[in-house]
């Protein structure tokens, strides 16, 4: 049974910090690629960035870029969103995502093979 299974959110003031944490198991890590997206709320879920399992390439949405850094252990089947300067409109519930390889950018959420419970970020003013 594949588990993603997410930690690290919390509440916040804007300006401040978060790194989020998502362990994998039961099926391989690597291969594809491991995806933050979040949903704030009253919107859908969106795409918020990717790193390659195996070539470890990442991507971002613009409203994140310089912000927000993901990266990976492998050995710990483990994928890291470190979350910096956040703003109140970061607020949402925070999911991490298994994908596939040759997947489009931005992300998609059918693009998607496994889901995490997800964790609430609350950023406040």
């Known amino acids: 049974q594949v588990k993603l299974v997410e930690s690290g959110g919390g509440s916040v003031q804007a300006g401040g910090s978060l790194t989020l944490s998502c362990v994998v198991s039961?099926?391989?890590?690597?291969?594809?690629?491991m995806a933050w997206f979040r949903q704030a709320p009253g919107k859908e879920r969106e795409g918020v960035a990717r790193i390659g399992t195996v070539t470890d390439t990442t991507d971002y949405v613009d409203f994140v870029k310089g912000r927000f850094t993901i990266s990976q252990i492998k050995v710990n089947s483990t994928v890291y969103l470190v979350m910096n300067s956040l703003k109140p409109d970061d607020t949402g519930i925070y999911y991490c995502?298994?994908?596939?390889?040759?997947?489009?950018?931005?992300?998609?959420?059918?693009?998607?093979?496994?889901w995490g419970q997800g964790t609430q970020v609350t950023v406040s003013s």
């Open positions: 995502a298994k994908m596939p390889p040759a997947v489009d950018w931005p992300l998609r959420l059918s693009d998607v093979n496994y």
């Open positions: 039961g099926h391989q890590y690597m291969g594809g690629y």
